[in-house]
C-alpha cells in the first residue's frame, strides 16, 4: 500500500514560483507512474502532470505547458511540481497520485490514479 503526502503550497503572487513535493512511502516508488492533479471549489478534479517510472516521459495539461514542470527522485521517494509564472486562475488545491495498478484509463483521467494524497493549496494573489 502507497501512502501520499504533499507539501510545499501557499499563498504567492502573480509571477512568482513554488514547488511542491509529494513524498510516498510503502511500495517501490520507482515501479509506479505518478500525477498531479488540482481542484477548486464547485469543479471537478484537473489533470495537471504526468511522470512516468524512470522519469522517461512527461506530460502536461495544455495550461501550465511550458510553466510547470513535473519531476522525481527516486531516491527520496519524491515527486515535485515546480511551478513558475504562477498565474491567479492557478489558485486550487493540489494533489498528487500514484498508478499502482493496471488499467486502460487514461493518464490524464483520475481513474487511471488508485491512490491519492491529501492535497495542498496553492492560491495565486493577482
Known amino acids: 500500500q502507497v501512502q501520499l503526502v504533499e507539501s510545499g503550497g501557499g499563498l504567492v503572487q502573480a509571477g512568482d514560483s513554488l514547488r511542491l513535493s509529494c513524498a510516498a512511502s510503502g511500495r517501490t516508488f520507482s515501479t509506479y507512474p505518478m500525477g498531479w492533479f488540482r481542484q477548486v471549489p464547485g469543479k471537478g478534479r484537473e489533470f495537471v502532470a504526468m511522470i512516468r517510472e524512470d522519469s522517461g516521459s512527461t506530460d502536461y495539461a495544455d495550461s501550465v505547458k511550458g510553466r510547470f514542470t513535473i519531476s522525481r527522485d527516486n531516491a527520496k521517494n519524491t515527486v515535485y511540481l515546480q511551478m513558475n509564472s504562477l498565474k491567479p486562475e492557478d489558485t486550487a488545491v493540489y494533489y498528487c497520485?500514484?498508478?499502482?495498478?493496471?488499467?486502460?484509463?487514461?493518464?490524464?483521467?483520475?481513474?487511471?490514479?488508485?491512490?491519492w494524497g491529501q492535497g495542498t493549496q496553492v492560491t495565486v494573489s493577482a
Open positions: 497520485a500514484a498508478s499502482t495498478t493496471s488499467t486502460f484509463y487514461r493518464y490524464t483521467s483520475r481513474q487511471y490514479y488508485n491512490t
